[in-house]
């Protein structure tokens, strides 16, 4: 718990919606690489490793919001507002980010707070979290970047305010906490780690709701397609500067 001052990343994802921010040119690009074409590339014979690979360890079929079940009661929202905790902070916190994220931070200016030097966690730490277990064991915790953290593990930009420093250029993974992704079971969970919620059944409450659940669609399908691009994109990615955020997956370079 934390006796400072409240958080204030009141500004879920579908509050960036109704922002005037759009993409900047980075991240525009980013997200303009992933075609259909992008995607064949992956049946071209130079890229059959990669293709196995893929097949292997990933579904790579997109998902979509009517595919989700809440496993919480209607309209269940974070109430940061009231809220005396920190969620920016903790031995066992830490954002990775996708690729756009990257992307989003080149364009904001944001990229001192990105690292390739991941904290290390612990056994227990990791027996007490099947879900950081997986993180660690994955393709994307080998080849992208996490924010920055302090020596206490506090997130680099979470300013003394408790207000974040990111903002608008949220990553992916904080626009939808405290919502999270039980592929398994199809569902959307709300974390434990989110310790004051309201609930919200009225208009603006299940708007909120709705902008959430597509955060963690939209987190779950760059992930898909960072698997992909990584593999068969990296000359463009590089080209537009984001090679030195990446190690790239498997030994060849393009
Ligand atoms: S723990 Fe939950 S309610 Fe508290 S600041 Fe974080 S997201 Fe908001
Ligand atoms: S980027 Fe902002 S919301 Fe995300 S962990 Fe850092 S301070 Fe918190």
């Known amino acids: 718990m934390n006796d400072g001052p409240r958080l204030k990343i009141l500004t879920h994802a579908f509050e960036r919606r109704d922002l005037p921010v759009r993409p900047g040119p980075v991240e525009k690009a980013?997200?303009?690489?992933?075609?259909?074409?992008?995607?064949?590339?992956?049946y071209h014979p130079r890229h059959w490793a990669d293709w196995a690979h893929l097949r292997r360890h990933y579904d790579l079929k997109e998902m979509t919001v009517a595919e989700l079940k809440a496993d919480f009661p209607l309209g269940r929202l974070p109430d940061c507002e009231s809220c005396d905790d920190v969620c920016c902070t903790g031995p066992m916190r830490v954002v990775?980010?996708?690729?756009?994220?990257?992307?989003?931070?080149?364009?904001?200016?944001?990229?001192?707070?990105?690292?390739?030097?991941?904290?290390?966690?612990?056994?227990?730490?990791?027996?007490?979290?099947?879900?950081?277990?997986?993180?660690?064991?994955?393709?994307?915790?080998?080849?992208?970047?996490?924010?920055?953290?302090?020596?206490?593990r506090t997130c680099s930009l979470l300013a003394e305010d408790n207000t974040?420093?990111?903002w608008p250029f949220w990553p992916l993974s904080c626009a939808r906490f405290p919502y999270s992704l039980d592929l398994?079971?199809?569902?959307?969970?709300?974390?434990?780690?989110?310790r004051s919620a309201v609930q919200d059944a009225s208009r603006v409450g299940r708007a909120r709701e709705r902008g959430l659940i597509e955060a963690v669609v939209e987190g779950y399908n760059q992930r898909i397609r960072d698997a992909v691009l990584l593999r068969v994109a990296q000359r463009e990615l590089d080209a537009l500067g984001l090679g030195r955020f990446i190690r790239w997956p498997g030994s060849r370079r393009h």
Do not use: I
Not at 30 to 42: A, G, I, K, N
Not at 129 to 144: F, G, I, K
């Open 30 to 42: 980013v997200r303009e690489l992933w075609s259909p074409d992008m995607r064949q590339r992956l």
């Open 96 to 152: 990775l980010l996708r690729v756009v994220d990257v992307a989003a931070f080149m364009d904001a200016g944001l990229t001192d707070h990105l690292t390739l030097e991941k904290p290390v966690f612990n056994a227990q730490e990791l027996r007490q979290n099947v879900a950081l277990q997986d993180l660690v064991q994955s393709e994307a915790w080998r080849t992208l970047p996490v924010l920055r953290q302090d020596e206490t």
């Open 164 to 166: 974040c420093g990111a």
């Open 184 to 194: 398994l079971r199809g569902r959307v969970f709300y974390a434990d780690s989110c």
